[in-house]
């Protein structure tokens, strides 16, 4: 399935023991409107307040007879922060999250006080100098283990990632951030983006920043920006996902 939430009434992706989480509320609602047990998989695991524009997650089930019609029933009961857009069968060994090949996330900020933008934008001092922010970006590339960006004490086996594509650029009246990547830790992308903002800020260096990753120490990095601001855009698979 691929759909799309807003965050900020979740405690991020995943089904936890005593938060609300976008997983679970799903499988209630399908399992409810199916009448069977139903368990499905995304392709990431979003923080507590981060936004999907496209999640794509994966579940079995015996065969849908109308999948256009079982969309219709989910949007219907599920709440307004979550909407699934389509139902589609994939061979029988598809995984939403494995077979992924790469993830980007857009961040969004604004320079001026816009009461539409927030709360899906954070609002950046007019003064931030975005010109050396991407210049500190492009090493992004040049690195694979972003240990200064993950929270600690996850259960990731590896901090080792590999980012194709990291820049900032204007859409619109608004400044996003697009960073691309084959995986993502928890927290890497506002752990980033608020690195870049002290670069931006000439509080450090370029050369601060890649002595920042470097270091391996997620306490020399900046702080970790709000999450209500950031998206995971899309997801690329080596096969069709419609």
């Known amino acids: 399935m691929r759909l799309a939430y807003r965050g900020a009434e979740f405690h ?10 976008v997983q679970e509320t799903i499988e209630k609602a399908m399992t409810m ?3 069977e047990p139903v368990k499905i998989t995304g392709a ?4 507590a307040g981060v936004n999907a524009a496209t999640m794509i997650a994966h579940f079995d089930a ?8 079982l969309v219709h029933q989910l949007n219907s009961v599920l709440p307004r922060d979550i909407a699934i857009y389509s139902i589609f069968a994939v061979h029988d060994d598809a995984h939403a999250r494995f077979d992924a090949v790469s993830r980007t996330y857009k961040y969004f900020a604004h320079t001026s006080k ?4 927030y709360p899906l934008s954070w609002q950046c001092p007019p003064t931030l100098d975005f010109e050396v922010m991407n210049e500190a970006a492009q090493h992004l590339l040049r690195y694979t283990d972003f240990t200064s960006f993950s929270k600690l004490h996850t259960d990731a086996k590896t901090n080792n990632c590999r980012v194709t594509y990291a820049r900032w650029a204007m859409e619109g009246d608004q400044w996003v951030f697009t960073i691309t990547a084959d995986r ?3 927290n890497m ?3 980033i983006v608020g690195t870049l903002v002290d670069v931006g800020r000439h509080k450090i260096t370029v050369e601060q920043f890649c002595e920042i990753i470097e270091k391996k120490d997620r306490c020399k990095a900046g702080t970790s920006m709000p999450g ?3 998206f995971l855009w899309d997801v690329a698979y080596p096969y069709e996902v419609k």
């Open 12 to 21: 991020g992706w995943q089904s936890q023991p005593n938060d609300i989480s």
């Open 33 to 35: 409107i199916m009448r």
């Open 44 to 47: 990431g695991r979003t923080d």
């Open 62 to 69: 015996t065969p849908i007879a109308d999948a256009a019609q």
């Open 114 to 117: 816009n009461p539409f933008a």
């Open 184 to 186: 993502f830790l928890r």
């Open 189 to 191: 992308v506002r752990a």
């Open 228 to 230: 209500n601001a950031l």
